[in-house]
Structures are given as structure tokens and as C-alpha cells.
């Protein structure tokens, strides 16, 4: 990871908060987000695929990108047969040509021409935040301050609102963990 080799200062993007990364790399807090392993289908197929539930996913083949952090979980807890593919368009184009279920991949993903199936919940949940090398006390506590400070108006941040335009507009399930840093952080104005 570049932070951990002091290449970069920071990364702002859909990284897991997992106990392997938080002893490379130093997490600026809060943690904004949460994301778990969702399943995604071809139209049509997401109320049957959720009637199977999680349990029902064992012995069953999902495409997967080959460097999804959270495969070999879903391995051993729900036996899953992962096919990994090298990008998330050849992942989606299996799933439609019937070679897998399902895509699994991290809740909210957007542009597959795959449904996220809504009705299951996503497992494995981590929350996201951003890395930094781990001894930047300076840079942690500005990151934190900003991020604080675009989340102190409520129902009104900033935040909420980009979560609004680009995901739940979209189709996708509102963040519990942003609601509740949100609420948390808008209480102490």
C-alpha cells in the first residue's frame, strides 16, 4: 500500500477499514462510511436470489474481481465458489451471460448494468476511512477536522447530499454508518 512505503500523504476513496491495513497504514477518524459484500444480478433475478439468502450461496459460483478483499471470508464462512476475473466489466458481462449467480463486491457499486440484490444484506461489513502513514499525527487531525466540519450540518451536509445525488438517486440503500456519524457529529454544533 503507498501510504504504508510513504509514497503518497493520503487516500480518499472506497478503502476498508480491516485489522491487516489499520497495521500498515494510520486511519483518520471518524470513519465516514461502511461498506460489506453485496450481491448484484442481471434484472430480473433479484427477489429469487434473495430468497436464497447468504446460506444459500454455498456451492454456488459468483464472479468476483480477482483482488476483492473479502473473498477468502466468503469462502470460508458461506462456501462460495468465487470465478475471479481481472475488472469489473468482465465480472459483469459473466453474470450476464449466466456463467455466475452473482456478482459479489462491495455494497453501493455503481455502473455494472447489474441490480444490487436490496432485499440481502450485505456480510462482512468494514467501515471505510481514509489512510495515511501512521505516524502523520498533523495530517490525521486536519483530515479529521474537514471531515467533521462537512458533516456538522446534519441533514444538510454536504456529505449526505453527494450520498443522495450519486447513490440513493441511483437505486442504492442510504449509509447507516454516514446517518449515524452525521447525526453524532451534527449534535455537538
Known amino acids: 500500500m503507498a501510504t504504508s512505503q510513504w509514497t ?3 487516500i480518499v476513496g472506497t478503502l476498508s477499514m480491516t485489522a491487516e491495513r489499520a497495521r500498515r497504514v494510520g486511519f483518520v477518524h471518524p470513519g465516514f462510511y461502511s461498506s460489506g459484500a453485496a ?12 430468497a436464497m439468502g447468504w446460506e444459500g450461496m454455498r456451492g454456488q459460483k459468483l464472479c468476483a474481481v480477482l483482488s476483492y478483499y473479502a473473498l477468502d471470508g466468503l469462502v470460508s464462512e458461506y462456501g462460495i465458489q468465487p470465478v ?3 475488472r469489473q466489466a468482465e465480472v459483469a458481462a459473466a ?16 455502473g455494472l448494468d447489474l441490480n ?10 468494514a467501515p471505510y476511512a481514509i489512510p495515511i502513514a501512521m505516524n502523520d499525527t498533523r495530517l490525521r487531525r486536519r483530515l479529521s477536522a474537514a471531515l467533521v466540519e462537512a458533516m456538522q450540518d446534519g441533514n444538510r451536509s454536504p456529505v449526505l447530499e453527494w450520498e443522495k445525488e450519486h447513490l440513493t438517486d441511483a437505486g442504492l ?5 454516514l446517518q449515524a456519524v452525521v447525526s453524532a457529529i451534527s449534535y455537538f454544533e
Not at 39 to 46: D, H, Q, T, W
Not at 116 to 125: H, I, S
Not at 173 to 177: G, L, R, V
Open 8 to 10: 503518497v500523504d493520503f
Open 39 to 50: 450481491l448484484y444480478v442481471a434484472p430480473g433475478m433479484e427477489e429469487a436470489v434473495a
Open 84 to 86: 475471479k476475473l481481472a
Open 95 to 110: 453474470v450476464q451471460a449466466g456463467d455466475c449467480l452473482a456478482f459479489v463486491g462491495d455494497a453501493g457499486t455503481l
Open 116 to 125: 444490487e440484490v436490496v432485499g440481502l444484506a450485505p456480510v462482512m461489513t
Open 173 to 177: 440503500q442510504p449509509n447507516a454508518e
